[in-house]
């Protein structure tokens, strides 16, 4: 099962930085934070993954606290294309993720 | 971009039949997987193949349940006789390598009807 939580939804306004909040208080040493979004019912895109150091790339930022039992994704300046279901994952391999609820985004101009 | 490619996009059978559904991998991947999303459920995981054998499954996958890699491009599933709760979006995806510094890519679905 997933062991993430994550809130049901947030609203962000166009051009605000979204910050989207992740648990995983139960996380072991060798998994890795997975983040990957759902426009509408298309095939989940990757967005980015970390350890335990923050990673930024085109796309997002990922923060991961020190404890790493929890991370916060942050879309610099969401657009309406942003608006989509975000989803954190833990995993310690790609040989099956468990995909929970997610957030939804909702980016409004 | 590379892409994952799945065809048909949307597919309609009636209940007892047989599909197969169609997946082209992004070509110099060797992980391929397939998961599937009941309408407004979350995406669940259904099996990962890897040199031309199965490599997990999960509870979702019995025995009405098949992949091949055919040649060399095509990974496909096959639903050996179709339910009506087999109506979903199945999403393939692939991998170039099985480890946590890789992304995978997914496909675009195909929505499965059974009638």
């Known amino acids: 099962d997933a062991k993430t939580t994550q809130p049901t939804s947030m609203d962000c306004a166009e051009g605000r930085a979204a910050n989207l909040p992740c648990n995983h208080s139960?996380?072991?040493?060798?998994?890795?934070v997975y983040w990957y979004r759902q426009i509408h019912s298309q095939g989940p895109q990757y967005i980015i993954h970390?350890?335990?150091n923050n990673e930024t790339n085109e796309m997002a930022s990922l923060i991961i606290t020190e404890d790493r039992k929890s991370s916060t994704l942050i879309l610099p300046h969401a657009t309406l294309r942003d608006t989509a279901v975000y989803y954190c994952?833990?995993?310690?391999?790609?040989?099956?993720?468990?995909f929970g609820s997610g957030t939804k985004l909702n980016v409004k101009p | 971009e590379p892409e994952v490619t799945q065809t048909p996009s949307h597919q309609v059978t009636q209940m007892g039949q047989e599909v197969i559904l169609r997946c082209v991998p992004i070509?110099?991947?060797?992980?391929f997987y397939w998961y599937r999303q009941i309408l407004g459920q979350k995406v669940e995981f259904l099996v990962s193949?890897?040199?031309?054998?199965?490599?997990?499954k999960s509870e979702i996958f019995d025995d009405q349940f098949s992949v091949e890699r055919p040649d060399g491009s095509n990974f496909t599933l096959k639903i050996r006789s179709t339910k009506l709760e087999d109506s979903a979006m199945y999403f393939c995806?692939?991998?170039?390598?099985?480890?946590?510094?890789?992304?995978?890519?997914f496909g675009q679905g195909t929505r499965l009807t059974v009638v």
């Open positions: 139960t996380i072991s040493g060798n998994e890795y």
């Open positions: 970390g350890l335990k």
């Open positions: 994952i833990v995993s310690d391999n790609f040989n099956k993720f468990y």
């Open positions: 193949f890897y040199n031309n054998e199965i490599s997990e």
């Open positions: 070509s110099n991947h060797l992980y």
């Open positions: 995806a692939s991998l170039p390598l099985r480890t946590q510094r890789t992304e995978a890519f």
